[in-house]
């Protein structure tokens, strides 16, 4: 079946005690078991809840993975996956990661012993076998990143941390399963944050990953379980519910994101333009081959940080907030706000750094929207 029917039906089988058409919220924490050992295959919501099922084998199937495990944030994920490494081993990520990425890797993780290694995904695109060894446990990657948009060639990355014996981790909040599946490049684990695109409408946290190696599956189960870091019934018929849409909005998100870069290239406020699907981004080969569209999310680089700052604090239809994959449009200042913990590391955000989540509105709404506050901040920051 095609990804669009696969999002509505995939582990959403009409309920056989009701014919309820969407999959219930299974609220409760344990169940009524027939024997001593013998139940109808859950005995405590920790460890399986049926509405989890359903998402787990859903998005899963949209990820082409046989395994799906979810969670109850992206940085929840990210933590129960990073329990696959040990301190002996090595961690090798790209440096424009998310900040909480960056803030869990560099403050918790190196504190306590682990060797993290951040590259540039120009150094991961061109060399990251010489960047690599034996001891690499883990290729954490991005990509496209947050907040540059850069594009990483997950295929060549996958072959030569494969040559080493590592495994490669795909970040692929910001693509979503619509536009890329890093599992089929030869990624051994992909991740979301289903806060974003998979959720869609700004109303819940939850993490998500995926693997077609049944080694890494089984583990990633256990810790699911141990650790404990599991959505709720409720956000997981949230995220359930927004898969059911996810193609139809990601095609309006890039619809409207491909009209915003064009006009923020042509603008005269504007220094530079980071976006994939512009021919001049230097990724835009890279994410020919391996999205089927630019997705969307834009950064530019707006004349200085003041006017970044002025800018963003100025638009009317665009809300300035943290987050991103929402239906409605969200502007912020990445170096004040979501990547305020890399400040101090050599690869920080540019401080006149902006990043757009483009909504579903009227593009030229939008558009409308950005040339009035660039006019307005350019004149507030020159007086």
């Not at 809300?319 to 929402?326: N, Q």
Request: net charge negative; aromatic share 6%.
């Amino acid at each position: 079946m095609d990804f669009e029917t696969r999002a509505i039906h995939d582990g959403q089988e009409p309920d056989p005690a009701t014919g309820s058409v969407i999959v219930p919220i299974y609220q409760t924490s344990t169940y009524a078991q027939d024997a001593v050992g013998e139940n109808k295959g859950y005995d405590y919501s920790r460890v399986s809840n049926p509405t989890r099922t359903a998402l787990q084998i859903c998005l899963a199937s949209l990820e082409s993975a046989e395994h799906g495990v979810a969670f109850a944030s992206g940085m929840a994920a990210v933590t129960t996956i990073m329990h696959l490494v040990h301190p002996s081993e090595r961690t090798v990520s790209v440096n424009d990661v998310y900040g909480g990425v960056y803030r869990l890797l560099s403050q918790v993780y190196e504190p306590k012993g682990y060797d993290v290694t951040f590259l540039s995904a120009d150094e991961i695109n061109t060399d990251l076998a010489s960047h690599i060894d034996e001891r690499t446990r883990v290729v954490w990657l991005e990509t496209p990143t947050n907040p540059l948009l850069n594009v990483i060639d997950i295929k060549a990355a996958a072959d030569a941390a494969h040559a080493v014996g590592a495994m490669v981790v795909v970040d692929n909040t910001f693509a979503s399963p619509y536009l890329q599946r890093p599992l089929e490049l030869g990624a051994d684990l992909v991740m979301h944050s289903t806060t974003k695109y998979l959720g869609g409408h700004s109303d819940l946290i939850g993490g998500f990953a995926a693997t077609n190696d049944p080694t890494i599956a089984e583990r990633l189960y256990f810790l699911q379980k141990s650790l404990g870091g599991i959505p709720g019934p409720f956000d997981s018929w949230l995220v359930l519910r927004g898969l059911r849409t996810l193609a139809v909005r990601m095609d309006r998100h890039c619809e409207n994101a491909h009209r915003v870069a064009e006009f923020l290239d042509a603008h005269d406020a504007v220094e530079q333009v980071l976006y994939p699907g512009l021919p001049s981004h230097p990724g835009h080969e890279i994410a020919k081959r391996q999205m089927t569209d630019f997705g969307g999310m834009i950064s530019f680089l707006a004349g200085s940080e003041e006017a970044a700052v002025e800018l963003v604090a100025r638009t009317k239809v665009w809300t300035l907030a943290e987050s991103l994959g929402g239906v409605e449009s969200l502007i912020e200042h990445p170096a004040q706000m979501t990547h305020a913990s890399t400040a101090d590391s050599p690869f920080a955000a540019p401080r006149s750094l902006i990043r757009l989540s483009v909504g579903i509105e009227s593009a030229d709404d939008l558009i409308a929207d950005l040339e009035a506050a660039l006019v307005r901040s350019t004149a507030a920051a020159g007086a």
